[in-house]
């Protein structure tokens, strides 16, 4: 698009009829086109002639050097380095549609975008900056068309904002970004990628203590290690958050464990009774199914069918010579 620009051709005596304002790119004598409408369809003449009052009109788009000359061919007035820059139209415009590329209109520079079709891989406009609201979720593809933060793809997340900006020759590159789900809030949330560690470690939390029942859910919302009160018998470790969670159980009384599909104890099929300060390393196969690691406070081997009390001895024998 083109910025107006008019010029009434006077010297505060008389208007100058038929007067010429030659346009040239700033600071040289190459001429450069401006236009007799905004959408620059159609080129105005080079020079452009005033009418019957000394009026010049014609849109512009870029930095200009004018030249004014009379009908005589005198030059009146050398005006360079003139700035006629459209600016976009500010506000809301009417909503688009997701697409492979999609237009930006011209009534506005703040757009929302509906559908998920796409991927996206191309925007078109002739604005110098646009926002955007995804109202649902497309995929962005990062390209030499558009340049997105990090030079991945993204999978847009409904209510998510962005801002681009217009390099020019079809390239639109993002300046900022306001994910729905930028970040997990302190509630918590679900990564989706993978976390790599550099000379650092997660600190873990310890859960609040919950008391033995037949079902004794360990999996609440607190920390990694959660201590088990109490002797009552257990049959099962309530529904874990997903399959693959661990948890560290300690036990504070003296509760047997039964062997079962809910848990599979690593004691050869049999039943195990705690001892106080054992801890039971638990492993969800399924949200319902965990694997158990027992390992004795007492340093002994856990043996199929043994009670916590139970040791194995070993006696060596000397040899006579």
Sequence with gaps: MATYGQFIVFDFTTTYPGATVTHYAAGTTTLQ?????????????????????????FYGDGIYKFVVKDTAGSTLYTWDNVNLVDLPLAGKGASLTSAGTVTFGTDGDYFHITGSAGPITNFSGTQG??????????????????????????????????GFANEGNGVWREIFRSPTALALTLTGGTMTGNISMSAASFIESEDTVVTAAASTNIWTSGGNTVHVAGNTGIT??????????????????????????????????????????????????????????????SGLALVAGATASSYISVYAYPTRP
């Design 33 to 57: 086109n401006v236009w007799t409408d905004r959408g620059k369809t159609t080129a105005a003449a080079q020079p452009v002639v005033s009418d019957s009052n000394g009026v010049v009109s």
């Design 236 to 297: 099962d470790f309530g529904t874990a958050p997903q399959a693959g969670a661990w948890k560290k159980v300690i036990f504070d009384g003296i509760p047997q464990l039964t062997q079962s599909a809910n848990l599979n104890l690593n004691a050869g099929g049999e039943n195990v009774t705690m001892a106080a300060n054992d801890l039971a390393l638990v492993y969800a196969d399924t949200t319902t199914q965990m694997d158990v690691f027992i390992i004795r406070k």
């Design 129 to 162: 900056q646009v926002t955007v609201v995804f109202d649902s979720t497309p995929t962005l593809t990062h390209s030499a068309q558009i340049i997105l933060r990090g030079s991945v793809n993204y999978v847009v997340i409904a209510n998510d904002v962005f």
